[in-house]
């Protein structure tokens, strides 16, 4: 059964520093993994989807990468604003037509 | 603007009352989703829909039921037989699999008076 862990569960930064959320699974054998964002009372937005072939993908100040033969994920994102304050989750697809398997999230705050 | 809307923002129900929470999309999305979200724990399937007219039981179907009449429309039914309904509900859809982006809708978030 696929798990599915995100560590640390919150994270508080200054604005402007460089950080990274850490997801890592148990299953290797994925077809892909998502990364959203989640505001407080919110529904989920996509961030960025990476296919198992890839290593990683880059939209804007985010950048995920994906090392499937170690069952981990990276979320960088570059230059913190406090607008990125945020509950960060991962998502794994395991090759289900219906299945994602989430992760708890990072609640992440960035400071002023 | 495309996209999912759900309806209402919050919902209370009374003992032994059914509850039917609503999503629509205009994403023209074959496959459509419900997720419960409880504090501290990550979301869990309900139901799901790949197809207008048929749709299939996720990890914590029972006390729940859905309707897929329409494309656009994927309705959650909370019965009375779900004895812990107090959580936040998600709608999503992607255009046919879970291999895809999902996108989700804003929630609803069902409260037992």
């Known amino acids: 059964k696929q798990e599915v862990t995100q560590i640390p569960a919150a994270l508080s930064v200054p604005e402007g520093e460089n950080l990274v959320l850490n997801c890592s699974f148990t299953?290797?054998?994925?077809?892909?993994l998502q990364w959203f964002r989640q505001d407080p009372g919110k529904g989920l937005t996509s961030l960025l989807l990476i296919q198992s072939s890839q290593r990683e993908q880059t939209s804007g100040r985010l950048n995920a990468s994906l090392d499937k033969s170690s069952g981990r994920s990276t979320l960088y994102i570059a230059a913190s604003q406090p607008g990125d304050s945020a509950t960060y989750l991962c998502a794994v697809n395991g090759g289900s037509n219906y299945k994602l398997t989430f992760g708890k999230g990072t609640l992440l705050t960035v400071n002023p | 603007d495309g996209g999912i809307t759900q309806s209402p923002k919050y919902l209370f129900r009374k003992e032994g009352q059914n509850v039917t929470l609503s999503c629509e999309q205009n994403l023209n999305h074959d496959a459509m989703y419900w997720y419960r979200q409880d504090p501290g724990q990550g979301l869990r399937l309900i139901y799901y829909s790949q197809i207008v007219n048929d749709f299939q039981k996720g990890d914590i179907a029972e006390g729940y039921s859905v309707s897929r009449e329409k494309k656009e429309s994927f309705p959650l039914t909370v019965t009375s037989a779900q004895k812990n309904p107090t959580a936040f509900y998600l709608c999503a859809s992607s255009a046919r699999t879970a291999q895809e982006t999902q996108y989700f809708g804003p929630g609803t978030r069902l409260l037992v008076l």
């Open positions: 299953d290797s054998a994925i077809y892909n």
